[in-house]
């Protein structure tokens, strides 16, 4: 088969653009061409349910709205992801934001209560408000759990889901998951500002997170799925947990991941996606794709454009 | 300064290149050379308990031996790891081992029950005995907390450490951390197949892991220590958490980073030690070192150099 | 300035994928945004020339036709490339292709006469009709330079101008550079299948090829040009000698590179650009942008974007 | 076969560190320890010559004094390298040197006369003399070539010869070469300090650098060789022309190569070395190895072990 030239020329669509990727089909066009395609599949099969990870700063690095609009219109089932991305997420919730252009002395930063994420800046005030508004709502699920005789005790899914409902805000992931039965797990969340103020919180107040309940939710889902896709924003914990938790059926039917990543040193999240299949994380013959990029600019080219291709 | 050029002969010591790096001492010569001084001044200073994360593959991959002599000679106060991690030391505990050599078609391997981490390997038989061994030790634990009136509730630090207590194998992480109070935290645990059979024992029986518990912990352990020096090989969850628990204190004292990913993401992985000022998570004027290099080629390296330079 | 969130809908241009990028205004995205911005920018100055550099296989990656277009529409004064790129050129022009999907055992590729670049192909056959067409092409131009008086000699930009003027093909690069004024310059052109063929043939024909005497044509380029913007795709050679090149002047106005090198080994490919500035490659106060990622994704990105926001 | 733990412990020769890292025989470790064994079995095949290229800033970063070794010793019997290690292989040979610990605001660097490569700086005084030292040298091989009837035309590679014997630093690269017999080349001269000179100097004075000219010379001593194995120390143009060279006798018998550079975009220099057999530019069965990873560590770290375990 034969590499086509890309033609660009004005007045393209993404979709154009894509379209062109797939006439050359190789190098790392090819690849989003491919990794595009697979997405079309994958939300047009109507017996595929979408596992999401995202790692990395995502929602402080402009995804939030993105993923909020694949849950809104239930594009997604589950939502696998950290700490990290749920506090942020709530910090805007909260009214909070997040600033760029800040400069790159980490010193002064600190001294103006600037914390950096490469370009992307957050502000302490912002999470002032955040802390203040966790704590209540922390309270009312606290004293709802005391009245539903639940013993104090949540696993994470079920509390990130209880939050969800407590917040105002539409376009927050959290919301949207709570109202649209889209269930987000996050393993590590006891790593990030909202487990620091969880743990607070529980110093004088019963609430235990339970490490170990998510599974009983995440195995139904896997097993009342009749297949699973994957999407795979960066890699890390989320990236691990969405295959693994696929292993108890075999694995993945389908998957998407985009990286920055190396494999060579073994760790998971740069490693290729048909390593998965000696594990039984993705199933013999399960299409799978790699794009080596940055996923603020790979996934919202290879989404505008599968938002064209797929069925309504 | 100037850079002074290299010079390599026969019968040079670890410590004799190191040297020679460091009167180059620039590029990742340099860089390599600046972190084992780090190291051996992190050790020397008997002021500075140090916190070490290790993500990646880096039981299978050989370090599993370098990271149980830290912890035997209690050069190390807190790991920080992955529940993968923890699951290969309890595999290689329980008479299991990492392979290689084994070949790259991952069906093939798929069928052979074979597992593959980039170019190590585990075998199906040897996570059948971790299965059956670590469900007898959740039994015994169990049995544990009920007759203690802990209601079942273990948080994950004090759930290793019981698992590490009734090990037998003398090299195992887990038991060695036990045994010299060397705290192991893994806000992760439950992604992992040490996770998964924990599910699987709590469906039938009582054992309830507090995500948050450890915090308790972990804030005691960076309040009670002076100053606190961080080793952290890889990045991922491990590293996130052991510079946010120093969050609590103002960040730590000095830190040696080694990793492979990019900053340019913003994924806390590849960032540079420096944004960490920014958040409070290092100390403004610490000092900070990141090589960018394979763990299991330059942590060896650097510790080979830095055991001559320590006062014992 | 806030980040504001990226919104992604169906039927989106190519321009409101990238204005949402430029919103958004940081990682990768925001690089991208910055890149088009100044792409745009250098293209509409009437006062700047663009030298384009272009190293790794992006002829045989599908770029072919979009460095013809910028030629033909004299978008760029000076194209800065390889060998390789000069010989895929040809190959095309001589009727070759460049393929996909081949397979990647290496040694059965190269028993079927096969040529790999990643999941780039060649076949044989297409470089045996490149090999008799460029030994005829020589001997003409060898021909000419007797009659001329040149005594045999002459510089590679030359050498290639010559050979566009004999080509067919109206989407060859060399052929549309050498009618539309735009000059080539490829310094390490002897490592090439192209500089194989020269040297053949010069072992019975004269033909001298002086690879000083370029200098003389780029440094007149560099000063008849009020301004020099550049486009560094992939590092290398190509983008050393764009650089170098401006030196004569005090350095570019702008500069824009796409790369996936990482700066810390030092090797100019993945140096940041600013470092350039300490050379007098680049201007103070130039404005200088790069984004981290696959050539054949990006570049066609941004251009396509830009080729809506340029004068006509 | 078992991955072995690594044992590390105080007093550790470099060859006890690479013996560990063979018996781990995984991830990076395992990559070190084959390329340190085939450099063994490379230099103690008496029928193997050896090619080394050499791209990135190695000499300014520490090197120099390495390769002059290897030369010294014959241990090499061509040196394949950019412009820009000759440049400043000369500049310390009339004296000057390279800095380190300058700071990194290039704007600064540049009004201070200083040039910035990642953390290695250089001084344009030192520069300076390299100029007016390297004008004198070309007028001397200027007049040597009108005396011996060349007609001002001479190859790169005769050219540096021609250098090196009228260099006096017995430290030099290019003195070494030229006395030992090991040929340098460097197709890519013209791209640098140097070639700047060069063709300064050509522009009052008759001397013709003919770039196709070595390739006699080198297809001679590819014909010549029975064996040749190849030491490839980044990528670029050097490791191409390696590889390239080789082509005409069906490829290198055995090749090391270490980058920092991915494979997927393609470019040769992250090239896995597997894809050079399918162009013959490596032989079937031939024995490749590549370690990821900063040269300034990787090869002093193998050429220590490796100087202990070859043949006097």
């Known amino acids: 088969m034969k590499v086509n030239q890309l033609n660009i020329k004005k007045d393209m669509s993404v ?10 089909g190789v190098l790392g066009a090819g690849r989003v061409a491919r990794a595009s395609n697979l997405l079309v599949n994958m939300i047009n099969d109507e017996d595929m349910d979408i596992f999401m990870s995202l790692a990395g700063p995502m929602v402080p690095g402009g995804l939030r709205n993105i993923v909020a609009g694949l849950i809104r219109e239930k594009r997604i089932k589950v939502l696998i992801t950290s700490g990290a991305n749920i506090t942020h997420d709530l910090l ?26 490469a370009d992307v800046y957050t502000r302490s005030d912002d999470f002032e408000v955040f802390e203040s508004e966790i ?9 709802k ?8 005790i949540i696993s994470i899914q079920r509390l990130l889901k209880e939050v969800g409902l407590l917040i105002d805000d539409e376009n927050s992931i959290l919301k949207l998951a709570a109202e649209n039965d889209v269930f987000i797990f996050a393993p590590g969340l006891i790593d990030s500002m909202f487990g620091l103020q969880l743990w607070m919180f529980t110093q004088d107040n019963k609430l ?9 939710y995440l195995s139904d889902l896997v097993f009342e799925s009749e297949k699973i896709g994957a999407i795979m924003l960066g890699g890390g914990l989320p990236k691990h947990y969405t295959l693994a938790s696929n292993l108890l059926k075999g694995g993945i039917d389908a998957g998407i991941q985009i990286t920055m990543d190396r494999p060579e040193t073994g760790s998971l999240s740069g490693a290729p996606l048909q390593e998965a299949k000696s ?34």
């Open 279 to 312: 594990w039984s994380k993705a199933k013999q013959g399960s299409n799978l794709e790699t794009v080596i990029g940055d996923v603020t600019i790979i996934f919202p080219l290879i989404l505008a454009d599968a938002l064209n291709r797929i069925d309504d």
């Open 208 to 216: 235990i997170v339970d490490a170990v309940g998510d599974m009983h």
């Open 135 to 143: 704590i209540k709502i922390f309270k009312t699920i606290s004293n």
């Open 92 to 117: 805007e919730a909260f009214g909070g934001k997040h600033y760029r252009d800040l400069g790159d002395n980490d010193e002064e930063l600190n001294d103006a209560g600037i914390g950096r994420i």
């Open 145 to 152: 759990l005391d009245n539903n005789g639940d013993n104090g």
């Open 15 to 24: 979709s154009e653009l894509i379209e062109q990727f797939d006439n050359s």
